[in-house]
Structures are given as C-alpha cells and as structure tokens.
C-alpha cells in the first residue's frame, strides 16, 4: 500500500503541473477570469478536464486487474468550476474512455460509472462551491467524498465480488488521500490565477488614472490629428498593447503602433467592426484577423477592442486597442471602457470649457463631480473586493453609486425639494460608509419642512468636502453635523465637521475665490449668489484641528407642516 501511495503521488504531481501548464495559456486564463461561462467556454472547459482525466487514466498504475488512477481530479475540478453541464460532458468523456478502450480489467464498467457520476455530484456543488470562503478546505472535502463514493460504487458492480473486496482493500486509502490533495491543490492554483486577475484589474484601473492625467491637457487643446497622435501614443507607451488608434466617425485620426504603415492618419476608416462600432454605439470585440476585417490581407492585426468615444450621448468616434498575437481579454475590455469613459468626459469638459469660463453651469458642475478619479475608483475597488466577500453588499454600493453619478448628471438649473437633497446626501453616505465603514457618522437636525426649495447639490458638496478635507486627513474618523433652521425670512443651513481644520488664510482664500483647490467650494458660493442674490450669505468658520463650519442663509418663504 505504501508503495502504490508513493507511485499515486508522483502521478498528481503530474496532473497538477499539465494542469498548471494548461492554466497558463492566455485562452484558459481568460476562462477562469469571467463571471459568467459562454457556451463555448463549457465545451472548452469539459474537453480539456476530460482530456485531463484521461491523462490520469493512462498514466495510472496497473494493479490485480485495474487501474489505480488520478482520473477524478480532471471530472471534479471541470464540475466545481464550470458547473454541471461541465461536470456531465467531462464525466462522459472520461468514463467513457475508461470504459470503452481496451486497457483491461474488471473494473471497466463500475470506474466509468463513477467517474460520470463524480463529475455529475461535482456540478452541482459548484454553487456552493463559488459561495464557499474556504474553496481550497471544500475542495478537499469533496475530493474525499467522491473518492469514498468510487469505491462504494466499485462494491457495487465490479465482479467477482472476492476480487472487488480484496482491490478496495488496498488501494481506497491512496487513492481518497492522494486524489484528494490533488483536487485541492488544483483548486489553489485556479484560486491563485483569478486573484492575479484582480491584482492585475486594479493596475489596469491605476494605468487608466495615470493615462487620464498625462492625455488631460492633450484633450483640452481639441479632436483632431494632432490631438489623437499624442494621446495615441501616450496610451501606447503605457499599456502592453500592440497598436492603438483613434478615430472619428468617417476618418482615422491616429493609428501608432503595429501596421500604422497601411493604418495611416487621413485616411477613411477602414475595418468592419470600427464601422459597426460607429454605426449601433457599442463595444465590439474581435478574436482573429478576418473578424477585424481590414482589407489589407498582409495585415498582421489579429485580436481588437473598439469602444465608442461619446458626447452627450452621441458617437464621436472610437478608440481602438490591438494585438498581433494572443487575444483581447475581460481585463483589457475594461481598461479601454475605462480609458474611453474618461476621455468621452475629458472632450465634453473641454468643450464646455470653451463655452463658459465661470464653468457654472450644469454640465461643467456634473461634469466635474463625475470626473473625480479618485473617489470613483477608489469607490470601485471597494465594490471589487465585496464582490467576493459580500455580493449583496457590493450590489448595494453599486446601486448608490450609480444613483450617485446620475443625480450629479442631472441639471443644475431650477430647485429641488430638500428631500431629495438629503436622500442624494444619504446615497453618497452609503458610499462613504461601504469605504470608511464607522468611523465617519452624520448627524442630522432638520427643524424645517422638507418640502422647502433650494438650488440642487447646494449642499452635498460641503458634505463631501468636509470628508475628504476635513476628516479624512485627521485619520481617526469624525462627525458631520447638518442642521437647517428657519432664522429671519429665511432658512440658515449649517454644515459642520471636527477635522483637521483650516487655517484663517486658507479661509479668506476660498470666500475670495483665490484657492484653486476648492473649486467646488467657491462654485456653491457663486451659485448662491446669483440665484439668491444679496440677502444670501455663505459664511466658513474654521480652526485648525477644531475642525471647520460651513453655514449659508437662503432667503424663501416659510412652508407650512403638513
């Protein structure tokens, strides 16, 4: 027994190390990234498990009329990680194999029954297998279950029952340990694989920052050639993409990279799936040279990403990533609609820009609340961790994010109730809390009716400004305090933190519209004053770790209580 445990051993480490080979392969990585499996990424996953298991069948050893094997670690891994049509088609291909070739003994029908079998219960447990926090400790359990259920499948039918009893006798210990630690080994490796994966999306995220700030000032100057060359070529020296390009809706405006000898600037666009991009608005991906459809047949482009370029809904144009080897996966399509969403945003702000330098109006104010890097992506990486850890959590920040960005999109111009102030003032807080969990808490005192009208985001800003200059910095967290009262022929709203606090300079510098890191600030103030006019006033009291006051008085008639 010790010497076939010995031989058992060898041959998981066999199985292991194909596996891990397999793994490598950009194909079976880009599998094993995605969420939700195609029907061709099943039939992908099945002929490859079963092909594995077959491997663990011909490399297993002969012993008193059978084989003593690793086949069920192929069938229970293709189960738990593609689910049961997985775990079926694997079984089939495995079982199948081991009962139909000629390769001896009296076990032929039972072990391929059991590995159908076995590949079936793993399917079904794929389920709580992906909900499971420990994946490697509940791999290891199955794999002792399945392997205990061969060998009671094997006392079933295999005959002679004499010869059955005395087989089981000596090899179910290997084989439940050894196969055992083999799927759990496999299930580390995967694990390891998906985790590089999300190490690897948030550098893509980091990439995208880094790109939007250095491509910034590029877009500010306009869409034309010499624009899209340099941001062309600033992505290009920053991803490990073979070829990037940017179009408009009937020319290419910069191709640098591979094939920019026939992909030339000027020139009408060229491949189909740009076209088709253009025309219906969104993301097209190309896997082989005919699917790009340049007409040049000497083209070496063999897998694209195309994301629409949009402003204010409408398609200005693409930008396009390539490769000449390998293909596009989950990761790159995400680092070009990240790159793509912030260059769309990046246009539109030059353009208001042009049209109005008191950036005042409704789609600069949202414009900017939408293009602050930092607290979207950091709120992202919070949603990306809670993916894993608490689904229903990260499906709740998404909502209040996506919540979030829409009221910042809206118009600025008009009056909203203080209601719906506070409930957008409650959704960024939902956000904040998913990030900075208790240590920052709100405390409101509303001692005014809600139905009272005021200009919209008026005070959710001072809100998040207070945060982020105000409590953030302090690292120990902090209260925010909200209060609204009626006070003369008005109503007074004081916002109030005890952060780090500002200096009297710094003060004096915001009132004056001279510091340029509140822009958000000053832009509450001036809204104020030209919806409220001079009767309004927007007063800051602030003392250095004391923490800091924002208040202002909104002349409006009083509204009665319901």
Known sequence: MLDLLIALLYHVGLIVMIGLIFS??????NIFAKKKLTGLDKLTMSLLFGVLSIIGT???IHYQGAIVNTRVIGVAIGGLLGGPL????????AGGHRWLIDIGGFTAVSCGISTLVEGIIAGLFSKAFRRSHSKIVFALVLGLCLESLQMIILMLIA??????????SVISFPMILVNSIGIALFIMIITNIQELGTIQARLRARQALIIADKTLQTVRSGFNQETAYHMANQILEATDFDAVAITNTVEILAHVGAESNHHVAGNPVMTHITKKVIEYG??????????IGCPDDSCALQAAVIVPIEDVGEIIGTLKFYRTEGGIDDIDVEMAKGLAGLLSTQLRLASLEEQSKLQLSAEIRALQAQISPHFFFNTLNVIGSLIRTNPDKAREVLVDLSAYL????????????LEEELKHIETFMSIIRARFGDQIVM???????EN??????????LVENAIFHGIVPKGTGGVITLTAKYEKQGVTIEIMDDGVGMKEAKVQGILEGKDESAIGIQNVKKRIEKHYGKTATFEIESQVDRGSLFRTYLPMKREVED
Not at 24 to 29: E, I, P, S, V
Not at 159 to 168: H, S, W
Not at 444 to 449: G, L, R
């Open 86 to 93: 997985v775990g079926v088609l694997s079984g089939i291909i």
């Open 406 to 417: 829409r009221k910042n999109m809206q118009s600025l111009e008009g009056e909203i109730s």
């Open 58 to 60: 011909i490399t297993g």
């Open 452 to 461: 009272i009208k005021l200009l919209p985001l008026l005070l959710q800003p």
């Open 443 to 449: 405390e409101k005192h509303i001692e005014v009716s």
């Open 159 to 168: 005959r002679p029952i004499e010869a059955t009893i005395q087989l089981v």
């Open 282 to 291: 969104d993301i097209r991906l190309a896997y082989s040279k005919e699917e």
């Open 24 to 29: 490598r392969a950009r194909t079976f990585k």
